[in-house]
């Protein structure tokens, strides 16, 4: 019997868990509300930024997948600052 699984919503969790699924031998099946915004005409112009935490990159590697994302991934993020009320706080 073939194993299926269907995902509601392909952002960051639920794509990750698409991959889980998949490696676990599962045919997966996503469905997300909204349109690709890479395809999108927006007048206005676009831009599609991600950053990845030290915990994104561990998810990545404990998917198995992090040297495909290391291909197109641009820039390395080594530190992030946060804004508490106008005093910055290294992480």
């Known amino acids: 019997m073939e194993k299926k ?7 960051l969790v639920g794509s990750l ?3 889980y699924m998949q490696k676990a031998g599962y045919q997966v099946v996503i469905y997300e509300r909204r ?4 395809k999108a005409e927006i007048s206005a112009g676009k831009s599609i930024n991600l950053a990845l935490s030290e ?3 561990n998810s990545l590697k ?3 997948i992090e040297k495909e994302i290391e291909k197109i991934f641009k820039i390395f993020m080594k530190k992030k ?8 706080t290294n992480f």
């Open 62 to 64: 404990a998917a198995g």
């Open 5 to 11: 699984v269907i995902i509601v919503g392909a952002g």
């Open 35 to 38: 349109s690709d915004i890479r």
């Open 17 to 19: 868990w698409a991959v």
């Open 81 to 88: 600052k946060i804004n508490f009320f106008y005093k910055l």
């Open 55 to 57: 915990r994104g990159w």
